[in-house]
């Protein structure tokens, strides 16, 4: 993101140099700005083209968040980590789970994780081996509310941001527009429009590269349906755990299943149903 706002900076910079004229003795200073504005747009987008640092961002995400359903579904006793498998049995699954997402992994180099006791916490184990209803409540408040909250706040940032990226292209549009006029006029004789055409077409570039919109709507659906998973949380008994935590899981994972679509990211390893 940095460098696509680098990227975007450097081409308004660009078309401002062009725009207009600054001499100093024989040097044309606004040139000269316009030709370092090109020359660093150009080195942003070679390195992006090499570094593929949105790659490497999306192979890291989906490793995390694959991770991290793995973990809270074995520290709570939830599919395919059932309470009646035995403690090792649990361990070997997850730690075999957690290795099969690290080998598919491209961009991002990982070492092959050893024995389970270098990968599991003694706090998942200790949850593990707590109550139900411990485990039902530590699900409650720190998976399901956690997410909740995380993802209302963020779909009202990213509307936020859309209607204000919004607001924003419409007046450098109007401004277009009314340079548009003045120019017609002879008021001014400078190339205004281009400028205000770029700064327009970067603001809608860069809300485009954010997805303020699909992302806004994707974060609210999935804030919706866990609080409707949350309010079946309370009557959920011990026998049917294990299948409410994987359906939860599901829909926590819904919307990073079709984001990791989109980008075209490793899968979710699942081992067979106990």
Request: proline share 3%.
């Amino acid at each position: 993101m940095r460098a696509v706002r680098i990227r975007l900076v450097a081409l308004v910079l660009a078309a401002v140099g062009g725009a207009l004229s600054w001499t100093l003795g024989s040097v044309d200073v606004l040139a000269w700005l316009a030709l370092v504005a090109f020359t660093v747009s150009l080195g942003v987008e070679i390195y992006m083209l090499a570094a593929q640092p949105d790659q490497l961002w999306y192979e890291g995400r989906a490793a995390a968040e694959s991770v991290k359903t793995l973990s809270w579904r074995y520290a709570v006793c939830g599919d395919p980590f059932n309470s009646d498998l035995s403690e090792g049995a649990a361990a070997e699954r997850f730690r075999s789970q957690v290795n099969m997402i690290t080998e598919d992994l491209h961009q991002i180099s990982i070492p092959p994780i050893g024995g389970v006791e270098s990968l599991i916490p003694s706090t998942l184990t200790q949850m593990r081996l707590a109550s139900f209803k411990e485990r039902r409540y530590a699900y409650c408040v720190d998976r399901i509310e956690d997410q909740v909250y995380w993802y209302a706040t963020n779909a009202q940032k990213y509307n936020r941001r859309l209607h204000q990226f919004l607001l924003a292209t419409i007046v450098f549009e109007s401004l277009g527009m009314i340079g548009a006029a003045l120019r017609l006029t002879g008021l001014i004789e400078f190339d205004l429009l281009g400028v205000l055409a770029v700064v327009t077409a970067g603001l809608a570039s860069w809300a485009q590269t954010r997805q303020y919109g699909s992302i806004s709507r994707a974060y609210a659906i999935a804030s919706h349906e866990l609080i409707s998973i949350k309010s079946e949380l309370e009557y959920q008994r011990e026998s049917e755990w294990s299948r409410f935590v994987d359906a939860a899981e599901e829909a926590i994972s819904r919307e990073h299943t079709l984001w990791r679509a989109s980008k075209g990211v490793l899968r979710v390893p699942r081992a067979p149903h106990s």
